[in-house]
């Protein structure tokens, strides 16, 4: 059910609406709702993007210590072909 709402918006916003892609948004009711919409998904996206950051991070120190690890018992790499085999392959990728 649409429900109507009345909103003063800043003149540059305004500006924004009456410029839109006819063609995509053929009404400014459109174009908000579509605008809205993806404004909750971009947010979802960035946390999303934060937790694989934080990831990365875990298992950037993961290496480090695993690369510590290896350097303490004489063992050096020449690649990282070599690394991968140590380590070997996360149980997701067997």
């Known amino acids: 059910m ?3 709402k ?10 924004m609406i ?3 892609d006819k063609e995509i948004y053929p009404t400014e ?9 993806n404004f909750f998904k971009k947010e979802e996206t960035e ?3 934060d937790e694989l ?6 298992l950037d120190r993961i290496e480090k210590k695993l690369e510590e690890d290896a350097s303490k018992k004489n063992i050096s790499f ?3 072909a070599e690394k ?6 996360p149980d997701f990728l067997k």
Do not use: C, W
């Open 2 to 4: 649409v429900k109507q």
């Open 6 to 15: 009345h909103f003063r918006l800043p003149e540059d916003v305004l500006a």
């Open 18 to 20: 009456n410029n839109r």
């Open 29 to 37: 009711n459109v174009y908000i709702t579509e605008a809205v919409r």
């Open 47 to 49: 946390n999303v993007m």
């Open 53 to 58: 950051e934080d990831i990365q991070d875990k």
């Open 78 to 80: 020449s690649s990282d």
């Open 84 to 89: 991968k085999e140590l380590y070997g392959k």
